[in-house]
């Protein structure tokens, strides 16, 4: 190692003092450049960044919140007796003029000529109140402010 730092000297005393001014200048240069590259532009990047990440993880926090608080509210509310829930919504399906076929948590509901408001009423009750959640809907408007179809609801 020693022979190897005695041979640089040896090399930049031989320069003339142009020379080392000038290859000074140069390592300089680089020096600032590398500097720039690995440690000053990325901290001054994410520098600038840093109001941006803050807001959108702020938002993302009130997100998660609001989140928390109504999986809170979910576990809050009584759970629903599947008999119950089947008894409930076999007595909304009759008022609605509609008939439900399947046994298990699935059941298959047939939608006669239905008023659209009447519809949108009873799919508002389906969750809080009967428990169930729609899985898939096949609905047709059969005339201006009528539908009719076929939903597979799951039961608690």
């Not at 659209?116 to 428990?131: R, S, T, V």
Request: no cysteine; net charge positive; glycine share 6%.
């Amino acid at each position: 190692m020693n022979a190897v730092l005695n041979r640089v000297r040896q090399l930049w005393q031989s320069r003339l003092p142009r020379e080392q001014l000038l290859l000074s200048a140069a390592a300089a240069v680089v020096l600032v450049a590398l500097l720039w590259t690995f440690a000053l532009g990325p901290a001054w990047r994410l520098w600038q960044q840093a109001p941006g990440s803050r807001l959108q993880a702020e938002q993302q926090r009130s997100i998660m919140l609001a989140l928390q608080e109504r999986a809170q509210d979910l576990q809050k509310q009584a759970r629903i007796d599947p008999a119950q829930s089947r008894a409930a919504l076999s007595k909304s399906a009759k008022e609605l003029g509609a008939q439900l076929g399947g046994e298990g948590q699935r059941v298959i509901v047939e939608l006669p000529r239905v008023p659209i408001a009447a519809l949108a009423a009873w799919l508002q009750a389906l969750g809080p109140q009967i428990g169930a959640r729609v899985v898939q809907a096949n609905l047709q408007e059969s005339e201006p402010g009528f539908w009719t179809g076929r939903m597979t609801l799951e039961l608690p």
